[in-house]
């Protein structure tokens, strides 16, 4: 069966500090990866998917980029974080446009 | 661009109370729709999902919901609520021809013993 992880699952980084997140898929080949920011009261925002190794498509211009060096790997990155960037950040997969399945979460906070 | 939304940001039900959530879209093309619910502490998991067919699909836990393509709604229902479905509840939208999901607001669904 397919599992997704994520970490770290907290993280607390002051403002100015970079960020990486990671993400990874295992039990499956070539998934499409999402990153989405979930913050309360307005669902979640799609930030960033990717079809395959080093595509990816931003759906919401930021201080945020993302990579993906591997086929089940995906990372969300920033050099320089905002107190804006915090949030819940949520990674999840699917295969081609099927249902997308989600990962546990990081709670990021930005002092 | 396709929109969503859930207009009951927070309910509160008695248990054994029937419950609907609200669920209405906006986009021109054929779509999939999808439920998800995150319990507190857990992952975000699919509830349940319409692709095309009947249009009153069940999902896991005694969950439903119908797609009314008239009214651009897919309203989730479940005829008697328990303590355990304490949880928040999200519709989304997939248009028939991209991979992206768009997400509504989400309810906070509080169940009282």
């Known amino acids: ?111 | 661009a396709q929109s969503v939304s859930q207009h009951n940001h927070h309910v509160i039900l008695s248990e054994a109370a029937s419950l609907e959530l609200g669920c209405n879209y906006s986009y021109g093309g054929t779509v999939n729709l999808f439920w998800y619910v995150q319990y507190p502490g857990q992952h975000l998991q699919l509830l349940l999902k319409y692709f095309s067919g009947d249009p009153l699909v069940k999902g896991i836990k005694g969950f439903e919901a119908e797609f009314i393509k008239s009214k651009f709604s897919f309203n989730l229902r479940k005829p008697s609520v328990q303590w355990s479905d304490t949880a928040e509840y999200f519709c989304a939208v997939k248009g028939n021809a991209g991979n992206m999901l768009t997400f509504g607001g989400g309810t906070r669904l509080m169940v009282k013993p």
């Open chain 1, 1 to 111: 069966s397919q599992t997704i992880h994520q970490w770290p699952a907290t993280l607390v980084q002051p403002v100015g500090s970079p960020l990486s997140l990671e993400c990874t898929v295992e039990g499956t080949s070539n998934p499409n990866l999402y990153w989405y920011r979930q913050a309360a009261g307005r669902g979640l925002q799609l930030l960033f998917y990717s079809v395959g190794i080093g595509q990816i498509s931003s759906e919401v211009p930021q201080n945020l980029s993302a990579s993906r060096p591997q086929d089940r790997q995906f990372i969300l990155s920033s050099k320089k974080l905002l107190l804006s960037d915090s949030g819940f950040y949520l990674c999840a997969w699917s295969r081609e446009s099927y249902e997308q399945y989600f990962g546990p979460g990081t709670r990021l906070t930005v002092t």
